[in-house]
């Protein structure tokens, strides 16, 4: 089956622009979660959704937002956008978001900021 | 808060030899689950294997095994019979059970990267 589809793999923005990244979860799964990666920060989460619904939020200012469709997809935006938001932003998806079911991840979309 | 630590940023091993990743963590609470990530080049994460605190038989995964010491909170990763393909980041991960709303909130500790050679 399908895995886990991210799109753009790359983007390159200005600052002060925005961006919306796209995650196509595995068919079946309502848990979509997000993830920020940078050399100095690591791996940190952003946000959950499942079932349309942000069921567990990070500690990221309010720029950056998410949403989550009928079909489970999901969708990232990240507003006014700062050097520092360069980074590769990965997203998971599981059948229910519990961690007795396993999360499978994207291969993320890098963004750079210039 | 919860926190993860790799104190290893880097390993090696030769190819059929066993290597032995480290990570401890800090909580709390006495329900959670403990993962080791891989990531590949290819930047997508990969489940190596998970742990369920309140299990004490230490999980295996073919070549793959754990230490999980939860007094000492440590979980460590043992890689037998390493391959070169095995050569990657390694992510020790933690999440709290204690309600649906945290359970989906992994966290991670900063890595440690494996050297595989021949």
Not at chain 1, 13 to 32: A, D, E
Not at chain 1, 81 to 89: M, Q, R, V
């Amino acid at each position: 089956k399908a895995g886990v589809t991210q799109t753009p793999r790359y983007l390159i923005k200005t600052r002060g622009q925005q961006v919306t990244l796209s995650c196509s979860p595995i068919s079946g799964h309502r848990s979509v979660s997000w993830y920020q990666q940078t050399p100095g920060q690591g791996l940190q989460f952003l946000f959950e959704y499942f079932s349309e619904t942000q069921r567990n939020k990070g500690n990221f200012p309010g720029r950056f937002s998410g949403r989550q469709f009928s079909n489970s997809r999901s969708e990232m935006n990240v507003s006014t956008l700062e050097l520092g938001d360069s980074a590769l932003y990965l997203c998971a998806s599981s059948w229910t978001g519990l961690p007795n079911t396993e999360a499978f991840f994207g291969q993320g979309t890098r963004l750079t900021v210039v | 808060a919860q926190t993860v630590t790799q104190s290893q940023p880097e390993m090696s091993v030769q190819e059929a030899e066993t290597v032995t990743l480290s990570c401890t963590y800090d909580t709390s609470e006495s329900d959670y689950y403990l993962f080791w990530y891989k990531q590949p080049p290819s930047r997508q994460m990969i489940l190596v294997i998970r742990q369920e605190a309140y299990k004490q038989q230490n999980a295996t995964e073919n070549r793959f095994s754990v230490n999980f010491q939860k007094a000492a909170k440590s979980f460590s990763l043992k890689i037998s019979d390493s391959q070169l393909g095995d050569a990657a980041m390694y992510f020790c991960a933690y999440v709290s059970v204690i309600n649906t709303g945290t359970a989906s909130k992994l966290t991670f500790g900063t890595g440690t990267r494996l050297q595989v050679t021949l």
